[in-house]
């Protein structure tokens, strides 16, 4: 494996040095959901790293031949064993500094059956004042459920899109990272 | 190169045989804008297979580091030597069958210079009675096109998600593809 600009390119990619096949690393989805049962939410404890023991919500990477949905629905199966309707695209967060664009949907369970799949130790519905927000994963998962809970409280789901950006340890918010405005 | 499941996957991947790297390979984000001056729309001629000489909006492959509207904007850049003002994201295309979303932006353009670059033949701006319909290069700038009109005609921009599916050599445009309703 060789790491060079290709021919008619601007950019190095990984190239195999014996079939010269060019593997492009380009930022990937993460596709997942808020699954709902009677005003609660379903959150997964992770079996696995990073963030081992934290809680988030059903999301995973995108395969060759989904759509997003499909794939927030298939990554829903694989980490709590339920089925959910997928509803509207809810939030897009852009994550550049480690080549990731979240699409998180809104969904509803479709039976309140459900358990751990391989990825979690425990999967558990919450209202939203049970939230453990300092368990959560990751700050996409902590950003999607505030939104989620601001405009449900407010009559209506509005989608939204964003970009997370890390400084100085903490991971900061914007409307755009071009523009210094920080949504709160 | 080796095309094998690795270790705690549930899929193949390809697997480089000698150091043993594996390469994911997972749908690509296609980011573009629509850039408008005055009431008109840039659309770039394609230098570039596939679909030499048709008419796109500037859209391409995101790269890791960037962020969506950051992609959308330095192609516009490379394909019509350009800058534009990113504003909202405007549609999300699935397009399952060849591995990629796209991510349109509505956009102005913040001088009306322009020029074709390296992958343009030719770049123009059209008002809506002169957009040349059968020479559009892809079915994601047609349908971005006429989600457009009808919205600024409306005289509101509205966030659209959909599926794109090519069947029996037609390229149809589904709410989801799971759901036989097809978006018109």
């Not at 959150?43 to 059903?58: D, F, M, Q, V």
Request: hydrophobic share 40%; charged share 25%.
């Amino acid at each position: 494996m060789v790491w060079r600009v290709p021919d008619n390119d601007n950019r190095p990619r990984h190239i195999c040095a014996v079939c010269g096949t060019v593997f492009y690393d380009n930022p990937k989805i993460v596709a997942g959901c808020i699954p709902v049962w009677e005003e609660q939410i379903l959150l997964c404890k992770r079996a696995i790293e990073p963030r081992y023991g934290l809680w988030t919500l059903p999301a995973g990477f995108m395969e060759n031949g989904e759509t997003a949905s499909e794939a927030a629905a298939r990554e829903t199966w694989e980490e709590a064993v339920t089925q959910v309707d997928i509803s509207d695209l809810f939030v897009v967060f852009n994550l550049p500094q480690i080549n990731q664009v979240y699409m998180m949907f809104l969904a509803n369970l479709s039976t309140c059956d459900f358990s751990p799949g391989d990825e979690s130790l425990e999967c558990k519905l919450y209202y939203e004042n049970e939230i453990p927000w300092p368990e959560l994963a990751f700050p996409t998962i902590t950003h999607t459920l505030k939104f989620y809970f601001r405009d449900r409280d407010g009559g209506a789901f509005k989608f939204r899109s964003a970009d997370i950006v890390r400084e100085k340890g903490e991971s900061l918010l914007f409307h755009r990272r071009s523009i210094p405005e920080v949504v709160t």
